[in-house]
């Protein structure tokens, strides 16, 4: 087995209260590698304590056996008596399962020390660092080159948080945040903030009682960028889902933000331009049988609806909710033209009719001069 501490960090467990005894007992915490891999069982771990890094022990080593060791990590009570920490810097020189690593960490000043700079520990055993932070402050700075830092908390409380933060302020700036995740990156890839659940759970989840639960903001001003991009793998699920009293779906309609106002000319011509078609999707975007436009074909007709892709003929995208007002308007015409026919019917009914009128009176006009012509002959004879 070969093993390497490649990451340790120190964290004092010292008292506040400055007429409390010096203790010099920390907790030591360190990252364990079993042949390039996190180890993972049960080890026994060594450490003494030296003068330099070279060795010069002092004290007695400070043995635990049947550490348990998950995803590479350990932690470790140490604890010198004495005057051992005065006089110079101190190493520790660590030993796994008989191996003795190299090289040996050296270790801060703040495990002995009663108050460390800027770190408070109270009577319950909260920490704090520091009291009040400047504007713009970095209390707390985690820097790694590898897979970075890792918080991690194993209750199972209903509202247990491996991270938490809060912003205790009732009245903090726009743009303020409890939790914020920034990413340096400039390329096409890349998280700002990740959240994923292995179960039926939430990967994200935002509230506020009279906000907005989740907001997405792209601030470019060019290219296909999206505010909010939603993906299913499944063929039965939503790759957008609203639900609540309230309105599903909204977007800005007011008659004060809006000017050049125009009606939508010959919709029933524009329709007849574009099909509805059945299609299948290809692999990338699910490959399952689905119904709609084609994007191209709609952007001859209706560009305002389409995103087209920069440079090229094709379109990423359309929305079909905003080919509703075409489709209004292709109503209202034909309800237009179905009143028309209705009142040209209606007129050629009340002609119709007016010659009907006049025919039945003629027609009794000739039955009476009838009746008379043969009541006169019936006389004569």
């Known amino acids: 087995m070969k093993c390497c501490i490649w990451a340790s960090a120190v964290v004092a467990a010292v008292c506040a209260c400055a007429s409390a005894q010096e203790d010099t007992t920390f907790l030591y915490q360190g990252s364990l590698m079993d042949n390039g891999s996190p180890a993972n ?35 470790i009570p140490l604890s010198w008596q004495g005057g051992y920490w005065f006089g110079g810097e101190r190493w520790l020189s660590i030993t796994v399962n008989g191996t003795q690593l190299s090289p040996p960490q050296q270790i801060t000043r ?31 700075v985690l820097t790694s080159d590898s897979m970075g830092a890792r918080i991690q908390t194993t209750s199972n409380e209903t509202e247990a948080a491996a991270v938490r933060g809060v912003l205790d302020r009732s009245s903090p ?46 601030t470019g001003n060019s290219g296909t960028t999206y505010a909010v991009y939603g993906y299913s793998a499944s063929s039965s699920g939503y790759d957008f889902y609203a639900a609540g009293p309230g309105v599903n779906y909204g977007s800005p309609s007011s008659i004060r933000w809006k000017k050049n106002i125009e009606p939508i000319n010959d919709p029933l011509g524009m329709l007849a331009q574009i099909r509805g078609v059945y299609f299948d999707w290809d692999e990338d975007h699910g490959g399952q049988h689905d119904m709609g436009f084609i994007g191209e074909e709609v952007m001859e007709v209706v560009p305002e609806v389409v995103a087209k892709e920069s440079g090229t003929d094709f379109v990423t995208g359309m929305d079909y909710g905003r080919m509703t007002p075409l489709l209004v308007e292709a109503v209202n015409a034909l309800h237009t033209k179905h009143e028309m026919q209705i009142a040209e019917k209606d007129m050629q009914i009340t002609a119709i009719r007016k010659e009907n009128e006049d025919l039945r009176a003629r027609l009794e006009l000739l039955e009476q001069m009838m009746m008379r012509f043969t009541s006169d002959h019936t006389r004569e004879d």
């Open 41 to 75: 069982g049960t080890y026994t771990i060594s450490v003494e304590l030296w003068t330099s890094v070279n060795g010069g022990t002092i004290g007695n080593p400070i043995v635990h056996n049947n550490v348990q060791v998950v995803d590479g990590l350990f932690d």
């Open 110 to 140: 703040a495990p002995y020390a009663i108050h460390a700079r800027g770190i408070r520990v109270d009577q319950a055993e909260r920490v704090g660092i520091g009291d009040i932070g400047t504007h713009n402050a970095q209390l707390l």
């Open 173 to 218: 700036g726009s743009f303020s945040a409890a939790v914020r995740g920034e990413n340096r990156g400039i390329g096409v890839l890349g998280i700002g903030v990740w959240g994923s659940h292995d179960g039926s759970g939430w990967g994200v989840y935002g509230s506020s009682p009279a906000g907005t639960g989740v907001r997405g903001h792209t």
